[in-house]
């Protein structure tokens, strides 16, 4: 079932009357490039443009009985079509119109997928840009490391979106392919060129050997690109629930007036968005080992894959376009403190500057075990409340021995930190 929040433009490519729009548009190219290579009688291409349709609730009938697809589909077309009808999907197999189908209604699904990507793409350089300059304190393992800007951790974000969007295109080449090739791929029944008519015509490449289907580590590979990509929206939703816990409050999701964040304590205002985003990203990838698993098929063909197919295809491309627009409406309106994120750097004394103090004291000719030796007793003093980092250092003895009270007050310059990032941005964005 597609869920109610679907974009009605990705909802609609995975409909009944798009699958079966599809299929009847496959058969009349097909029909039309017989006709052209002489092989049906002349005509018959125009009648089935000018008679031929379907009725979704027939075909569902027709198939109670027949038990098959596309015989059911082919019935309630001659319904309309006539004697005519008899023509169609000569040579062909039913794989050939499923798994071309298939990997129209992909590469349609893509194509609004990269849509997303580029809102989510335009949000973050748009932020990256406004924080530029905006410290705030870098961590690693969850603990303070050293200043970055908030500027720098989107532009991070937006070099990963860029690659997911290369990532996307390349996916959505690997599945535009089309197979009008007969029962075991051979040609046997079909010319080749009627594929390579109805492959022009839908914008698809042929496939090289389609044996009876399509080979599924093309979709594998599709899949697993949306895997990651979702992996990458639950990277940067982390992030910004990390930064709106309580205690750090250095970004926040929006909140509207009226919204309320939990129906016992009035005062909550949760993360309810990115948190929905990181569910989303586990249903995503949840479609890439079914995928895996669909290549080994049977000599030429099983339907193994196919029950599995007819769900995650509208699953995982329905859920991760809902969830890049999702994700681009947080980046738009997030909410971002720096006076919180500068007094988050102040709060530990000054100890993201511990290397820089290591590093000068290397220079003045100490060991770096040493050096290292000495800072670290210090910073462990800090870490305890004992005092600020640099009047420890100006009261060591042996630290203050090899720097002036001038130098180690240089070396907690913030700036310093800072110094590079243009050269960041100009990587990332082309421009600083």
Aim: one cysteine or more; hydrophobic letters at 40%.
């Amino acid at each position: 079932m597609i869920p109610r929040y679907t974009r009605p433009e990705m909802a609609a490519i995975w409909s009944p009357e798009s699958k079966f729009g599809i299929w009847l548009e496959i058969e009349t190219l097909a029909a039309e490039a017989m006709e052209q290579k002489g092989l049906i009688p002349e005509g018959v291409s125009a009648v089935v443009r000018e008679r031929a349709t379907f009725d979704v609730d027939r075909i569902d009938e027709i198939e109670r009985e027949v038990k098959h697809d596309v015989i059911a589909f082919l019935t309630n077309v001659a319904e309309h079509v006539g004697d005519e009808a008899r023509f169609l999907h000569k040579g062909m197999t039913s794989s050939d119109v499923l798994d071309t189908c298939f990997n129209v209604q992909l590469v349609r699904a893509t194509d609004l997928l990269l849509t997303g990507v580029d809102r989510v793409l335009a949000a973050l350089q748009k932020r990256a840009f406004e924080h530029k300059l905006t410290p705030t304190i870098g961590r690693s393992h969850g603990i303070h490391a050293e200043p970055t800007t908030f500027g720098v951790k989107l532009a991070g974000y937006h070099a990963e979106f860029q690659r997911a969007r290369t990532r996307l295109e390349l996916a959505r080449e690997e599945v535009a392919t089309c197979a009008i090739s007969g029962a075991v791929g051979t040609f046997a029944n079909i010319d080749p060129s009627i594929e390579t008519h109805v492959a022009e015509k839908l914008g698809l490449s042929v496939e090289t050997v389609s044996t009876q289907v399509i080979p599924r580590d093309r979709h594998a590979m599709f899949f697993a690109v949306l895997g990651v990509i979702a992996s990458s929206i639950e990277r940067l939703s982390t992030e910004v629930r990390h930064l709106q816990r309580t205690e750090v409050l250095e970004a926040e999701e929006f909140f509207s007036a009226g919204q309320k964040g939990s129906s016992a304590m009035p005062h909550k205002r949760n993360p309810i968005l990115t948190e929905n985003l990181t569910g989303l990203a586990r249903l995503v990838r949840s479609a890439v080992t079914p995928a895996m698993e669909n290549v080994a098929l049977w000599h030429e063909r099983d339907i193994s894959h196919s029950s599995v197919e007819r769900g995650i295809g509208p699953d995982a491309t329905v859920h991760l376009d809902f969830a890049l627009h999702r994700l681009g409406g947080v980046i738009e309106n997030l909410l971002i403190y720096p006076d919180n994120m500068m007094a988050t750097i102040d709060s530990m004394g000054g100890l993201h500057n511990s290397q820089r103090i290591l590093l000068a004291l290397v220079e003045k000719g100490v060991s770096r075990e040493d050096s290292y030796r000495l800072v670290q007793r210090n910073a462990m003093r800090t870490w305890k409340k004992e005092g600020d980092l640099l009047d420890l250092l100006k009261q060591d003895e042996e630290v203050s021995s090899r720097l002036t009270d001038a130098e180690l007050e240089a070396l907690f310059d913030l700036g310093y930190h800072f110094k590079q990032v243009d050269t960041i941005f100009e990587r990332v964005f082309g421009h600083s």
